[in-house]
């Protein structure tokens, strides 16, 4: 099960303004369905693990690139703000002013040394890339040098899968209810050339040495949304005869279809 303890304070590398981030302690990466293009529909893992959009300065940052500036307990995030304290008389003795100074002293010490007024506002959520931004980091990624950035690589590629899935994201519920109708051919399927030299781009990616089973999987699934299918086959006889989603793989590159699929669960 997916547990999260607190969270991390992290900021943003190109301004600094401060996001939170849930501290996971232990993860689920089951899904509901899971799509052929690596969608894991009804996650309880978030997609896009490494790319964030600063709302302060409107970029796009890696998670790994933000220096931690503090973390958050569970109690801390949801400790209910101090009562206001009832308004006071003023004290006529000495020893009712001295009382008076020592609780003020002592609210006045602040819980959190780094962002006393947590409490009352809590940093915002790191958020997620939309699809338009991913696009725009992706083009000025490319038009840096790589050498500059250690993880440009790995930020490429999601990237390019976060384009890759939102740009089939039209397709799915169309397939969905076709499968429920029974329909024995699926729904039109058509890409555009962005998404197709997208598709190059990534298989140019996963091309390289020392892949994961994983990425082969989604190497097979680019070529065969290229229509590649004598490469998808080639790549297909490396995995075992019932490794399950070898077989639906099989039987998409037979029938000769590029759409997106669903593995059968
Ligand atoms: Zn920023």
Redesign the pocket.
């Known amino acids: 099960m997916t547990r999260i303890s607190g969270c991390l304070l992290l900021a943003?590398p190109?301004?600094q303004?401060v996001y939170r981030k849930p501290n996971y302690v232990s993860m689920n990466f089951m899904a509901m369905y899971v799509w052929t293009d690596g969608y894991r529909e009804a996650s309880l893992m978030p997609p896009g693990e490494c790319m964030r959009l600063?709302t302060?300065?409107d970029?796009i940052y890696d998670i790994r690139e933000a220096p931690e500036v503090g973390s958050l307990t569970k109690e801390e995030m949801y400790e209910p703000p101090p009562p206001l304290p009832p308004p006071e008389p003023e004290p006529t003795s000495a020893w009712g002013r001295f009382r008076r100074w020592m609780s003020r002293t002592a609210r006045r010490r602040p819980t959190r040394t780094l962002f006393p007024d947590l409490r009352a506002d809590l940093p915002p959520h790191a958020e997620w890339v939309p699809t338009e931004q991913a696009q725009q980091r992706l083009e000025a990624l490319l038009a840096e040098p790589h050498g500059s950035n250690p993880n440009a690589r790995e930020f490429e590629t999601e990237l390019r899968m976060r384009l890759w899935q939102s740009g089939n994201d039209w397709f799915r519920p169309l397939l969905a209810k076709a499968r429920e109708e029974q329909a024995t051919v699926p729904p039109p399927w058509t890409q555009t050339d962005a998404q197709l030299e997208n598709l190059r781009g990534l298989k140019a990616l996963f091309l390289a040495p020392g892949r994961s089973q994983h990425d082969t999987m989604l190497l097979v699934e680019v070529h065969r949304q290229l229509g590649e299918f004598d490469e998808a086959e080639a790549l297909l006889e490396t995995f075992a005869q019932d490794h399950e989603e070898a077989e639906y793989q099989r039987l998409l590159v037979g029938k000769r279809m590029r759409h997106v699929g669903r593995y059968p669960n």
């Open positions: 943003c190109h301004c303004a600063c302060q300065c970029q």
